[in-house]
């Protein structure tokens, strides 16, 4: 089994050395057009891993698993569990925005943050995930808080949230650093920290603006770990479904934090989702939903918000007055 680790990890680390040491060495803002490719391929390698997942389980290479998962169960499990996970990005990517926006970080320099930003989520999440699957086998009443978390979570995206883009620089994570060690503003060619007039060692915004980063990873892993866990509690296939979702987040980001005003209706999806998944956990020991059954759920409620975002932005664009015309 623990070749099957090692292996899958070093796929990983060579992904993320290659995308900042060969792709982009130089800082430079990615175009829609190059992180909408590089989108397609980590989400085209994200559902291809159900094959490696399938063949895995199928011949029982990792030993005998938990759940007693043929390779069918395993892969449409994957695949649930990666496309929920794939959809709650989407509320983390807005978030991204804004605290890219709140401290001014270049375009050039925002793919940097991300890279070392994703690359403490990955061990966070598989710190997370262990510690949740441990909890789960434990105690069983921890399906029933952590289901009633996610459909609080869920009702609560349904409220208005404050979108100030200064709110960043009043945090309490903003002023606890500026006040225990030096940040220095201004461009610094995209280096982390940096020596100050003084000659003393301090943070740039870069590094703060990672710092934030790290800790809103932390708070979206609240939502995202319980709800991986209602599909599964598989050590292998929740952490690889989720670090495989986790790695292509920055071309998603480039892709959609521009666009992200238009899909008007995901975040009801989004919400959703969310009250889909805490209901199954709370009802996990007395009402069986198969995975495949989840997994169509999970595809339709975020297939139904992208169209009827679509649709709203088309009908809104034929209604609104035309311009005025041209001199």
């Known amino acids: 089994m623990i070749w099957f680790w090692v292996g899958f990890f070093t796929f990983v680390a060579i992904?993320?050395?290659?995308d900042l040491g060969v792709f982009h060495r130089t800082p430079q803002e990615p175009t829609f057009k190059s992180a909408f490719r590089k989108s397609m391929v980590w989400i085209s390698l994200g559902l291809g891993f159900a094959a490696p997942v399938y063949f895995i389980y199928e011949n029982n290479w990792l030993g005998a698993n938990s759940a007693g998962l043929t390779g069918h169960d395993a892969a449409i499990t994957y695949l649930s569990a990666y496309l929920l996970e794939e959809a709650l990005s989407v509320d983390n990517i807005f978030v991204i925005a804004l605290i890219f926006r709140s401290f001014r970080i270049p375009g050039k320099y925002q793919h940097r943050v991300l890279f070392w930003g994703i690359l403490g989520a990955v061990v966070m999440r598989c710190a997370m995930l262990g510690g949740g699957v441990w909890l789960t086998k434990?105690?069983?009443?921890i399906f029933y808080f952590f289901g009633a978390y996610l459909i609080y979570s869920g009702l609560g995206l349904l409220r208005k949230e404050d979108e100030d883009e200064d709110h960043m620089e009043k945090s309490t994570v903003v002023r606890l650093l500026r006040r225990f060690v030096r940040v220095v503003d201004g461009d610094h060619g995209g280096r982390f920290t940096?020596?100050?007039s003084h000659g003393h060692?301090?943070?740039?915004?870069?590094?703060?603006?990672?710092?934030v980063v790290e800790l809103t990873d932390v708070v979206f892993a609240m939502d995202s770990i319980p709800a991986v866990l209602a599909v599964s509690q598989e050590s292998f296939v929740i952490i690889t479904s989720n670090i495989m979702a986790i790695l292509g987040l920055r071309s998603l980001y480039f892709m959609l934090a521009g666009a992200m005003a238009q899909f008007d209706y995901l975040k009801y999806a989004l919400a959703a989702l969310l009250v889909f998944i805490g209901a199954k956990m709370i009802?996990?020991?007395h009402v069986h939903i198969p995975n495949?059954?989840?997994l169509a759920v999970i595809a339709g409620l975020i297939g139904a918000g992208?169209?009827?975002?679509?649709?709203?932005?088309?009908?809104?664009?034929?209604?609104?007055?035309?311009?005025?015309p041209a001199a």
């Open 201 to 211: 060692r301090a943070l740039t915004v870069l590094a703060v603006a990672l710092v």
């Open 283 to 285: 009802g996990h020991g």
């Open 194 to 196: 940096v020596r100050d």
């Open 15 to 18: 992904a993320l050395a290659l």
């Open 138 to 141: 434990k105690f069983d009443f």
């Open 306 to 324: 992208v169209v009827a975002s679509i649709v709203a932005n088309k009908k809104r664009d034929a209604e609104s007055p035309p311009g005025p």
């Open 292 to 294: 495949a059954v989840s």
